[in-house]
């Protein structure tokens, strides 16, 4: 099973977001998703570095893609979209409004923002040329035993949410300048104060959801560690890992091993929480429960709790 790295969520420096990818071409993953996907107002910080980033994970040997953005609503991010063919490299739709920008007949890949949820849309994105999609994190295993079977017929590859902060909605709205007092179109870029998100509590101080700007994300962190076999034999090709601020090349590697059984979910996982003690881990969308639980390992043999 190939291991892939989606784009970075959050907003970080230029300088430590060049800094990623340089570490992520000595890191043991195949394929570097990059760009921007949240919020257009960040690019210009470091767009001039994907050029860079780029070369440097092909000259790795990475297969590399870019991003779309998950919510176009202006006339310079659909200029932004267009020009994403341009880089000569495979683009990654997250937005299906991204399609009439691609060049005809051009492949491409679809990322879990798009709801991929059956076998027909499935079949829609493949004839229009989609070659690998990664599904919705939401998804329960019995969904994506379905889906894999049905990608598999149609020489499509099949990648799921393998570990990080799942992404759940976007909105028009920016939650970060809205807790600072300021509008949207006057942030200051107040998301930079998070690097993971910022988290959200509930009245009841329970941990809830984490806020990304615009996006909203899982406060947990969604780990596939206790599904790998799950995941092998109902055909999927690929995982997903989601970057973050703490220990990312780390946890590639500990992925890395686990795919190519040089450890157990239950050492992975003890491994993961050495990184960030702190965070939560949670599976129940793949287990088919409520989303935010962690059921460890029960659930490796039949998907289920």
């Known amino acids: 099973m190939e291991l892939t790295v989606g ?4 907003f970080w420096s230029a300088d430590r977001w060049a800094e990623l990818y340089d570490e992520l071409a000595e890191a043991p993953v195949d394929r570097v998703v990059l760009g921007e996907l949240v919020c257009s107002k960040r690019l210009p910080f470091y767009q001039d570095r994907i050029p860079d980033a780029v070369s440097t994970l092909l ?9 779309s953005l998950a919510l176009v609503t202006l ?5 932004l ?53 990664c599904l919705p994190p939401e998804l329960p295993l019995s969904s994506v035993e379905v889906l894999a079977a049905a990608a598999a017929d149609l020489g499509v590859t099949i990648e799921v949410w393998g570990h990080g902060r799942l992404p759940l ?16 179109d006057n942030c200051q870029f107040a998301c930079e104060d998070d690097p993971d998100g910022l ?38 090709s690929a995982l ?3 970057p973050q601020s703490t220990g990312f090349t780390a946890l590639c590697v500990l992925y890395r091993d686990l795919l ?46």
């Open 169 to 184: 909605a976007i909105s028009g709205r920016c939650y970060h300048a809205r807790l600072h007092g300021r509008t949207k």
């Open 59 to 67: 000259d790795a040997g990475k297969s590399v893609a870019l991003t």
């Open 75 to 79: 006339k310079r991010e659909r200029k």
């Open 81 to 133: 979209t267009s020009e994403l063919a341009e880089m000569g490299v495979e683009v990654e739709i997250n937005d299906l409004t991204t399609m009439p920008h691609l060049p005809k007949g051009a492949k491409f890949s679809v990322g879990p923002l798009v709801n991929v949820y059956n076998e027909g849309t499935l079949t829609w994105l493949a004839a229009r040329g989609a070659q690998r999609i």
């Open 7 to 10: 784009p970075n969520q959050f």
């Open 260 to 305: 190519d059984e040089r450890c157990n979910g239950d050492q992975t996982v003890e491994a993961i929480r050495k990184i960030d003690s702190s965070a939560r881990l949670s599976n129940g969308f793949l287990t088919g429960d409520f989303g935010a639980n962690w059921s460890g390992g029960a659930a490796q043999a039949s998907g289920r709790t």
């Open 240 to 242: 997903r890992l989601s």
């Open 199 to 236: 988290e959200v509590r509930t009245l009841d101080d329970q941990p809830f959801l984490a806020m990304n700007g615009v996006q909203t994300l899982s406060n947990s962190y969604a780990s596939a560690a206790h599904h790998i076999d799950a995941l092998a034999k109902a055909g999927v």
